[in-house]
């Protein structure tokens, strides 16, 4: 068969939950007074919209082949992430073959080092890698996982990350994570509220489910080891994303500094093997959790996971759907899964990228087997109303 090469590139923007999970309407707990490094300021403190959390919006990558195949991604960056793909990324995709993913990477990631590195860029670099892993399964007819050298399992399992584990519990998942509401700045009273919190979740699920808290990046060393410390008695299993991203030196001590059975995890908001080998080799954390539309994609997670696997760390990656669940079920290193409840209140299963795709699969019984149809397995909803801001 003769390879097709890639025809057009295009970057369309969306609003309103999808891949920016956190562009929810009122009353969803994913943002009801989660702490935030914002919440030094009482203004920001009650709301991550208020700080502008959502402000990006879901960016959706489509690429056509020269057979007419399409293959599409989503991710977070919104209009300038649209600006990224199709002023400067473009050029390095269109006329290229699709099976020529490591070159295309290669140079996108070259050609924005004076501006990129991590952020929005690297969530742009994530979308076109993930569109050309989806189109590259559709050209071959084949499932993504089965690119990435097969299932070493035939079901995942999942935790599920929301306000209510145990719910979660009822529902299969074999753990629950909470956003930790209340930060350094609300001191003895928030830390009290915390634990009161996380106590309260222990009674319900009993003595074996885990329970973890997702920090957000908004503690301090101080705060983080006081935490761990007094969330001991109530089985905390771990404690996540603590720190800034970029004080790799505080969770380096933080690690140090918790209870020996208690993990430290981090890495939702770093990117690159470069990033995650900071990480690594500074012994930062027990499980790396990289997202697989912010870290670099599938094509640098291959690598991020390599040098995790040689450390005896795991890679859980955080949300991201299915481009997480394709990656997953082909590792031996990443034995569980996230599932993010995006139900408001955390009551039901809801598919993570809603409404954005048609086909989504979801756990059931916090388990999933991941489909077998080519590429991701997905369609971009019809009904969801795109927008193209740079036609070029
Ligand atoms: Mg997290």
Redesign the pocket.
């Known amino acids: 068969m003769s390879m097709p090469t890639i025809r057009h590139i295009r970057a369309l923007t969306i609003r309103g939950g999808g891949a920016d999970y956190h562009d929810q309407g009122s009353g969803h707990w994913i943002d009801d007074h989660i702490a935030t490094p914002m919440a030094r300021y009482p203004e920001y403190r009650q709301s991550r919209q208020s700080f502008g959390i959502n402000v990006l919006g879901t960016l959706v990558i489509e690429i056509e082949a020269s057979d007419g195949t399409v293959g599409f991604a989503v991710t977070t960056g919104g209009e300038i992430g649209a600006f990224i793909v199709e002023r400067h990324l473009a050029r390095f995709i269109e006329g290229q073959l699709a099976t020529d993913i490591e070159k295309m990477w290669d140079q996108m990631y070259y050609a924005t080092l004076y501006y990129g590195r991590k952020g929005v860029v690297l969530n742009a670099i994530s979308g076109v890698d993930l569109a050309l892993w989806d189109l590259l399964g559709k050209i071959r007819q084949e499932p993504v996982h089965q690119l990435l050298g097969g299932k070493v399992r035939e079901e995942l399992q999942f935790y599920a990350?929301g306000a209510r584990p145990d719910l979660a519990k009822e529902m299969g998942f074999i753990g629950g994570?909470l956003p930790l509401q209340h930060g350094p700045a609300e001191q003895e009273d928030g830390l009290h509220r915390n634990l009161e919190k996380l106590a309260e979740m222990r009674s319900r699920v009993g003595p074996d489910f885990w329970l973890m808290y997702?920090c957000?990046m908004s503690l301090d060393l101080p705060y983080a080891t006081k935490l761990a410390h007094r969330a001991q008695e109530f089985g905390l299993k771990w404690i996540?994303?603590c720190l800034p991203p970029d004080d790799y030196w505080g969770y380096a001590q933080l690690r140090r500094n918790v209870p020996r059975d208690m993990l430290v995890t981090t890495g939702?908001h770093e990117a690159t093997r470069w990033g995650f080998r900071m990480l690594l080799e500074m012994e930062c954390c027990d499980i790396i959790?990289p997202d697989v539309g912010w870290c670099g994609g599938i094509t640098e997670l291959l690598k991020i996971s390599a040098l995790a696997d040689a450390r005896g760390v795991l890679v859980i990656p955080?949300g991201s759907s299915v481009y997480s669940y394709h990656f997953v079920t082909t590792r031996h290193n990443s034995p569980f899964a996230e599932f993010l409840m995006m139900a408001p209140d955390a009551d039901r299963i809801v598919p993570m990228f809603a409404p954005l795709l048609l086909d989504e699969p979801v756990p059931a019984n916090g388990r999933m087997k991941v489909p077998d149809t080519p590429g991701f397995g997905v369609r971009l909803n019809p009904d969801v109303r795109t927008q193209r801001p740079y036609s070029r």
Do not use: L, R
Request: no cysteine; proline share 0%; net charge negative.
């Open positions: 990350t994570k997702d957000w996540e994303e939702e959790q955080h």
